[in-house]
């Protein structure tokens, strides 16, 4: 299982960026695909995740409005598209792969295979 998570960078506060997970696998064979950060010493969290077999979505309350996920089948991508950068989104940004179908899981410990994390930083 391949996921590599890709497009983070610098902005400034109110930028844009958008993030790509691409995977080695159809992102709708699986359950569920999560967008997750890590900022330095704090633990990681669920940004947003989608199930991949009916498109539900789920955002941290901290990021709704925001942020948009969103998945491409014939690329094998999943998206995190993010408006109205914060410095508090500064964080190195994971994408990751659930088999649980049931819910869309938001736990770390949900997700099975994880891709290398992206930087995002956030900055004046």
């Known amino acids: 299982v391949q996921l590599q998570a890709s497009g983070g960078g610098s902005v400034r506060p109110g930028g844009s960026l958008r993030l790509s997970c691409t995977a080695g696998?159809?992102?709708?064979?699986?359950?569920?695909i999560g967008w997750f950060r890590q900022a330095p010493g704090k633990e990681r969290e669920a940004v947003s995740c989608?199930?991949?077999?009916?498109?539900?979505?789920l955002y941290a309350d901290s990021v709704k409005g925001r942020f948009a996920i969103s998945r491409d089948r014939a690329k094998n991508t999943v998206y995190l598209q993010m408006e109205s950068l914060r410095p508090e989104d500064t964080a190195v940004y994971y994408c990751?792969?659930?088999?649980?179908?049931?819910?869309?899981?938001?736990?770390?410990?949900?997700?099975?295979?994880w891709g290398r994390g992206t930087q995002v930083t956030v900055s004046s």
């Open positions: 990751a792969k659930s088999d649980i179908s049931l819910y869309i899981p938001t736990s770390p410990a949900e997700y099975e295979y």
């Open positions: 989608i199930s991949s077999s009916d498109g539900r979505t």
């Open positions: 696998f159809n992102v709708v064979d699986y359950a569920a």
